[in-house]
């Protein structure tokens, strides 16, 4: 196999099961999601240990608000409590905080959280943590339609100029440059699809799917599965 076809550049993560996870141990749904995000810090450490340039977790989907009010009203603290008590460790390993998403439907004090630590990282030059926060990929896809439909309009490209390179220019993730598209998704809790994250992007990305909640999920069974897909041989509809 190609050496190429082993590099792990960028990861994506649906970080699922927490509330599956709270409720088998008799807990309230927001316990799981609690546990979940001290799992980030641990996971997210392991991937720029292993070299990782870019680690997307999917942390709020735009389908999320129809939950409780009272669990939604939770998620959208959660990003106050992991910057105000994990920045300090991400500065010290050069992290550089990305939040890709929808923020002006954000309450403002969550927006206000993300943008301080966008901020404070924006020097660090080590691997992005990348959240997907109230994001939904058809709703990037038609975002980036609709902004490519009025730059036609306003004279800046030219219709014959769309290709995939172009649309790819209009993601949310263009800024990613030559990382933009996963190599690699995980999933845990053991659902197996997308839930509208990153469908473009993951056109030939290799997928793997654990039964783990991710509370659950370990750096060993983290390590494990990069492993395995460092064994496979990615042929990108190629022989």
Same mark, same amino acid.
């Given at each position: 196999?190609? &050496? #190429?076809?082993?590099?792990? *550049?960028?990861?994506?993560?649906?970080?699922?099961? !927490?509330?599956?996870?709270? $409720? /088998?141990?008799?807990?309230?749904?927001?316990?799981?999601?609690?546990?979940?995000?001290?799992?980030?810090?641990?996971?997210?450490?392991?991937?720029?240990?292993?070299?990782?340039?870019?680690?997307?977790?999917?942390?709020?989907?735009?389908?999320?608000?129809?939950?409780?009010?009272?669990?939604?009203?939770?998620?959208?603290?959660?990003?106050?409590?992991?910057?105000?008590?994990?920045?300090?460790?991400?500065?010290?390993?050069?992290?550089?905080?990305?939040?890709?998403?929808?923020?002006?439907?954000?309450?403002?004090?969550?927006?206000?959280?993300?943008?301080?630590?966008? &901020? #404070?990282?924006?020097?660090? *030059?080590?691997?992005?943590?990348?959240?997907?926060? !109230?994001?939904?990929?058809? $709703? /990037?896809?038609?975002?980036?339609?609709?902004?490519?439909?009025?730059?036609?309009?306003?004279?800046?490209?030219?219709?014959?100029?769309?290709?995939?390179?172009?649309?790819?220019?209009?993601?949310?993730?263009?800024?990613?440059?030559?990382?933009?598209?996963?190599?690699?998704?995980?999933?845990?809790?053991?659902?197996?699809?997308?839930?509208?994250?990153?469908?473009?992007?993951?056109?030939?990305?290799?997928?793997?799917?654990?039964?783990?909640?991710?509370?659950?999920?370990?750096?060993?069974?983290?390590?494990?599965?990069?492993?395995?897909?460092?064994?496979?041989?990615?042929?990108?509809?190629?022989?």
């Amino acid at each position: 196999m190609k &050496q #190429e076809n082993k590099r792990l *550049d960028h990861l994506a993560i649906i970080m699922d099961g !927490n509330g599956r996870w709270a $409720q /088998e141990r008799h807990l309230p749904r927001i316990i799981g999601h609690r546990s979940g995000m001290n799992k980030v810090k641990e996971i997210a450490l392991a991937a720029n240990e292993l070299g990782v340039k870019v680690l997307t977790l999917y942390a709020f989907s735009t389908e999320n608000w129809g939950r409780p009010r009272d669990e939604v009203n939770y998620l959208m603290k959660l990003p106050i409590n992991f910057f105000n008590k994990f920045m300090p460790e991400l500065q010290k390993n050069n992290i550089k905080v990305n939040i890709m998403g929808f923020n002006d439907k954000l309450p403002l004090a969550t927006a206000e959280i993300i943008k301080k630590a966008e &901020q #404070e990282t924006a020097d660090n *030059d080590g691997m992005i943590l990348n959240f997907a926060f !109230n994001y939904g990929s058809r $709703q /990037e896809i038609t975002a980036a339609i609709s902004k490519i439909a009025l730059d036609i309009q306003n004279k800046k490209i030219e219709v014959d100029s769309i290709n995939e390179q172009l649309v790819s220019d209009y993601l949310m993730t263009a800024k990613f440059g030559d990382y933009a598209d996963p190599d690699l998704l995980i999933r845990t809790s053991g659902e197996e699809r997308l839930s509208n994250f990153m469908l473009w992007q993951l056109a030939y990305s290799e997928f793997y799917f654990t039964k783990t909640y991710w509370p659950d999920f370990t750096t060993d069974e983290f390590k494990k599965i990069v492993e395995e897909y460092q064994h496979r041989d990615r042929r990108f509809g190629k022989i």
